[in-house]
């Protein structure tokens, strides 16, 4: 009897644990947006204030994290938005441009870069996709009906940088230090 209850409990298991990974979804913070409402009076527009490569300065990342958290800025935070905006903190340290995807409705998905001036690409498969700029930080790409936001692909350029995300990956850039 033990077995069969445990053969069970381990079946639904699994069952849960593919369910809950299926699909990416956005991140629930407007990164760019929030960091230039919060932070950049201190820390100047697109972060041009910090200093080139300050994260090397923290030995860890939760050293990194903690520094993020404990900004004026970041009073009132929810504790998800934290991750996204150290990923962008990463981001400006390294002089890198910076994607996040904040928003998926009625087949289209939007979301915000960094610095301005970045060029934004995005595939699925073979597939070339429209990006369409709105105002100076947003982006929109209406999906075909036949691709997925987790076979959606962005490579992003400026300054000779380029950086790659796959949404399957992540909803935002630099999630790995």
Not at 38 to 55: A, D, I, T
Not at 84 to 103: F, K
Not at 140 to 161: C, G
Request: a positive charge.
């Amino acid at each position: 009897m033990r077995k069969a209850i445990s053969v069970s409990a381990c079946v639904l298991g699994l069952v849960l644990i593919g369910l809950s990974g299926t699909s990416p979804r956005p991140a629930k913070i407007e990164v760019v947006s929030t960091f230039e409402k919060r932070c950049s009076s201190c820390h100047g527009k697109e972060g041009s204030l910090f200093e080139k490569e300050f994260e090397k300065k923290y030995k860890t990342e939760r050293e990194l994290t903690e520094v993020v958290e404990s900004m004026p800025g970041a009073i009132g935070m929810p504790s998800e938005a934290i991750a996204p905006m150290v990923a962008y903190m990463r981001a400006i340290s390294r002089g890198e441009p910076y994607l996040v995807w904040t928003r998926e409705s009625q087949g289209a998905l939007e979301g915000e870069v960094a610095p301005q001036g970045a060029r934004i690409q995005a595939r699925a498969g073979k597939t070339n996709l429209k990006v369409e700029r709105s105002g100076t930080n947003r982006w929109r790409i209406r999906l075909p009906e036949n691709i997925k936001p987790a076979d959606v692909e962005f490579t992003l350029s400026h300054n000779a940088r380029t950086v790659r995300l796959r949404l399957k990956d992540s909803p935002y850039t630099h999630a790995k230090p």
